[in-house]
């Protein structure tokens, strides 16, 4: 939170970068040797993104210089941060870059502030640096074991069949139980399937029964799925309940189609995921083997639900080794039992009680000694001595203190009234009226007959999960630009020609949206909100945070210019070329 405040408030409307950019610096900027500047006229000149300019100063805070890397960053995250569907600015002689550059001496000015009035010196602020530095060496070490770390083949292979299995499913649906148990019993009285499966569908009492279809494993219930999984070819499948109904399937063919890259590259990344867990627990162990003796014995028989939570505080004060590690305090029992009870933030009596908490003690054991034999050979590797990890605990600190000091300083101070919540909403009613909200569902298909047969299935009463599950010639996942995940989405949001289509179509109504000719989506409206004035009673909470933090904002530059009225600052940037 406190890095996302810094954050916020350093690239808040940032001009946008630009690769071939070069910037006109002043000569006193040349004179760090990490600088190496082409001169141009009285003025020296470097390329904003490149290494070999990243440390060339830009200005200088009472001592504390921002170099153009800083300045860079914060340009190409504006740049990132700006919506894909604007427009690019027109290119211009210039880039305005001193917005960006003033908030980052606002920033340093903030910092400085915050140093000189020793809310760095509070114990919370240390611990927190403390985590941040045994996070990083810990993240950097294993970066380092999984380093080379490759998929395994036959376990992507096997992966990727799993996925793109597809198949071919002769079904028929009950929506009645008493029907379905009638289907069951007759199935198990040896009767045959498909002239049960057309019996049921001519007295109207199932809906399919038609002819056997591929169904790609993408567009099956994770119920249907199990269940085909797990049936012999040719033989009908139990009752699978639904929330539509009892389905009877049979598989009669199973294929699997040789391209799906979106599922190839799922498998390699499960894969990839697993071989580099089994590669840190490996560096782990040899850690373990080169640095920590432990006493086995008295782990196995530490048991931390004996004698309920009396027990377990009688732990916390165990100062009994567990691990001795070499040049290093010992963990002791003590250490193993906050870290178990640090897993339960409600109390241990009902984990005691269920039996929970002795089935942390192997992973918390492995965390915690982990954590101590990860910070030794990070200090052995000496990690904590490179540049970039240096420079990121800067970073980290500067980010702490200028949050620490917005919180005690700046945000005391700020309040939003009603009136003035109420008077921004009443000169910004337009942006607080709701747009038509719709909650979609979709099926595609590779070409609109297929899915115009889908829909008249749909209009003749066909259940629409069902139809997804076995309707046959949907579009593979890769190949959709449209995804239905139950959020509810405004019309805004939707394409043009979808919100088109949808006009007019009220709950439970299907259209037609063709995204392409070999993309035809059936949708169904599963629910909608008509577009409405939003009331003042349900923009206030947001229009109140809008105001607070533009206060906040405006409080951090205000007290920023008074520090730049008694500090020095020497701005070395004179101009950003495109």
């Not at 099956?220 to 639904?242: H, S």
């Amino acid at each position: 939170m406190i890095q996302a405040t810094l954050l916020a408030f350093l690239t808040a409307a940032a001009p946008a970068g630009a690769p071939s950019a070069r910037v006109l610096l002043k000569p006193a900027a040349a004179a760090d040797p990490s600088c190496r500047a082409t001169r141009v006229d009285q003025l020296v000149a470097v390329p904003l993104f490149s290494p070999t300019s990243a440390q060339c100063p830009v200005a200088n805070v009472a001592g504390d210089v921002i170099v153009l890397r800083e300045l860079a960053e914060a340009l190409e995250v504006g740049h990132m941060s700006r919506s894909p569907n604007t427009a690019a600015p027109a290119k211009k002689p210039d880039m305005d870059f001193t917005p960006a550059l003033d908030r980052l001496i606002t920033s340093r000015l903030i910092v400085q502030e915050a140093r000189e009035m020793r809310l760095d010196a509070d114990p919370q602020f240390g611990t927190a640096i403390d985590e941040f530095k045994a996070s990083r060496l810990r993240s950097t070490l294993q970066q380092i074991a999984v380093k080379g770390v490759k998929p395994d083949a036959a376990e992507v292979e096997r992966l990727y069949r799993d996925a793109v299995r597809e198949f071919k499913v002769k079904s028929v649906l009950l929506e009645k139980e008493d029907a379905a148990k009638q289907f069951e019993a007759a199935l198990q009285g040896k009767q045959d399937f498909d002239a049960l499966a057309k019996k049921f569908v001519a007295e109207k009492k199932a809906k399919g029964g038609g002819k056997a279809e591929w169904v790609p494993p993408q567009h099956m219930l994770p119920e249907v799925r199990e269940a085909l999984e797990k049936a012999k070819p040719g033989v009908p499948t139990g009752l699978v309940k639904l929330a539509s109904g009892w389905a009877v399937m049979r598989v009669d063919g199973v294929r699997y189609p040789a391209k799906d890259a979106a599922a190839r590259a799922s498998a390699r990344a499960t894969s990839l995921a697993r071989m580099e867990r089994e590669a840190v627990r490996r560096f782990y162990q040899s850690l373990a083997k080169k640095y920590a003796t432990i006493d086995q014995a008295l782990l196995d028989k530490l048991d931390f639900e004996a004698n309920g939570e009396k027990g377990f505080d009688a732990l916390l004060q165990d100062k009994r080794p567990l691990v001795q590690i070499q040049g290093e305090k010992p963990v002791v029992v003590a250490d193993l039992a906050f870290e178990i009870g640090s897993k339960f933030f409600h109390g241990l009596e009902a984990p005691i009680r269920e039996h929970r908490v002795n089935r942390q003690k192997a992973e918390s054991f492995e965390r915690l000694l982990g954590a101590r034999l990860f910070a030794k050979e990070a200090v052995a590797r000496k990690l904590d001595a490179r540049p970039e990890y240096k420079r990121e605990v800067v970073e980290y600190e500067r980010a702490l203190a200028f949050g620490v000091f917005v919180d005690k300083v700046i945000k005391p101070d700020v309040k939003v009234t009603e009136d003035e919540a109420t008077r921004y909403y009443e000169q910004h009613k337009a942006d607080y009226t709701a747009p038509q909200m719709y909650k979609l569902d979709g099926i595609a298909f590779a070409t609109a007959r297929e899915a115009q047969s889908a829909l008249d299935k749909l209009n003749a009463g066909t259940d629409f999960t069902w139809l997804r599950t076995a309707a046959s010639e949907q579009l593979p996942l890769d190949k959709r630009t449209l995804r239905f995940d139950g959020s509810t989405v405004s019309v805004n949001s939707l394409p043009h020609g979808l919100a088109k289509a949808l006009t007019g179509a009220g709950t439970g109504a299907n259209r037609l949206y063709a995204a392409s000719d070999s993309e035809v989506y059936v949708v169904r409206v599963v629910d909608q909100v008509a577009a409405s004035p939003q009331p003042y009673v349900e923009a206030r909470e947001k229009i109140a945070k809008q105001l607070f933090n533009e206060k906040i904002a405006q409080g951090i530059r205000d007290y920023a210019a008074k520090l730049r009225k008694v500090q020095h600052v020497d701005v070395l940037i004179t101009r950003v070329t495109l």
